[in-house]
């Protein structure tokens, strides 16, 4: 017999290669794709655009796009209401109700049970980026930087929610604005008021008010 010392002795790095597929085969490789999506967060970016939440009303930074009644997982807490909030963003969307976020105005309004139902009192209203030296929106007043030249109480555009009124706001600019009703701007004084003014109609009491700085 050759002695063991003719013996080809083993190679090291064959030897570990083996240990390493017989690893490789019983153990299997990680399934790092299922770690990553069981840890993924529930909201994203995208998902986040929509949310749906118990009762009337949406939180800050959203508006009500559509609204559901009878929803049982609401309870009686929320009269059993649910309503579809959407992030507020663009220049113009339509909201449930007769509210706009700030920055908005109404410039139309319809009555519609489908969409928004009676949690809104069936109202849709069109909600507009306020911008430019004037605008028409729907109701009473303007916002914040405008004052109410003229109003028109049969706008056909204005639902009833607004008891079709519709008012011309203009920019406040110069040192004198003429303002319907008995209000002035901010930094304006009332300096002469003229009643039966029949640009600004029954929504500012015939009332047209000279304003100053």
Same mark, same amino acid.
């Given at each position: 017999?050759?002695?063991s010392?003719?013996?080809?002795?083993a190679?090291?790095?064959?030897?570990?290669?083996?240990?390493?597929?017989?690893?490789?085969?019983?153990?299997g490789?990680?399934?790092?794709?299922?770690?990553?999506l069981?840890?993924?967060?529930?909201?994203?970016a995208?998902s986040?655009?929509t949310?749906?939440q118990?009762?009337?009303?949406?939180?800050d930074g959203?508006y009500?796009?559509?609204a559901?009644t009878?929803v049982?997982?609401?309870?009686a807490?929320?009269?059993y209401?649910r309503t *579809? !909030? %959407? &992030? /507020?963003s663009?220049?113009s969307? +339509? @909201? =449930?109700?007769?509210? $706009?976020?700030?920055g908005?105005y #109404?410039?139309e309004s319809?009555?519609t049970?489908a969409?928004?139902?009676?949690?809104?009192?069936t109202t849709l209203t *069109? !909600? %507009? &980026? /306020?911008?430019g030296?004037?605008f +028409? @929106? =729907?109701?009473?007043? $303007?916002p914040?930087?405008?004052? #109410?030249?003229?109003?028109?109480?049969?706008?056909?555009?204005?639902s009833?929610?607004?008891?079709?009124?519709?008012?011309? !706001?203009n920019?406040v600019?110069g040192?004198t604005?003429? @303002? =319907?009703?008995?209000? $002035?701007p901010?930094?304006?004084? #009332?300096?002469?008021s003229?009643t039966?003014?029949g640009?600004?109609?029954t929504?500012?009491?015939?009332?047209?008010?000279? !304003?100053?700085?």
């Amino acid at each position: 017999m050759p002695s063991s010392k003719n013996r080809t002795s083993a190679n090291p790095f064959l030897l570990l290669l083996a240990i390493s597929v017989s690893t490789a085969i019983g153990c299997g490789s990680p399934d790092l794709g299922h770690e990553e999506l069981a840890d993924a967060p529930l909201g994203s970016a995208e998902s986040a655009l929509t949310i749906n939440q118990c009762g009337v009303g949406c939180p800050d930074g959203y508006y009500p796009s559509a609204a559901y009644t009878n929803v049982a997982a609401c309870g009686a807490a929320f009269n059993y209401t649910r309503t *579809t !909030c %959407k &992030t /507020v963003s663009g220049s113009s969307f +339509n @909201s =449930c109700g007769t509210s $706009c976020p700030s920055g908005y105005y #109404p410039s139309e309004s319809y009555t519609t049970g489908a969409i928004c139902g009676t949690p809104y009192d069936t109202t849709l209203t *069109t !909600c %507009k &980026t /306020v911008s430019g030296s004037s605008f +028409n @929106s =729907c109701g009473v007043g $303007c916002p914040a930087g405008y004052y #109410p030249k003229a109003a028109y109480s049969t706008a056909g555009v204005c639902s009833t929610s607004f008891d079709y009124t519709l008012t011309s !706001c203009n920019i406040v600019s110069g040192s004198t604005v003429q @303002s =319907c009703g008995t209000d $002035c701007p901010p930094g304006y004084r #009332p300096t002469a008021s003229y009643t039966n003014a029949g640009v600004c109609g029954t929504p500012y009491n015939y009332a047209l008010t000279t !304003c100053k700085l």
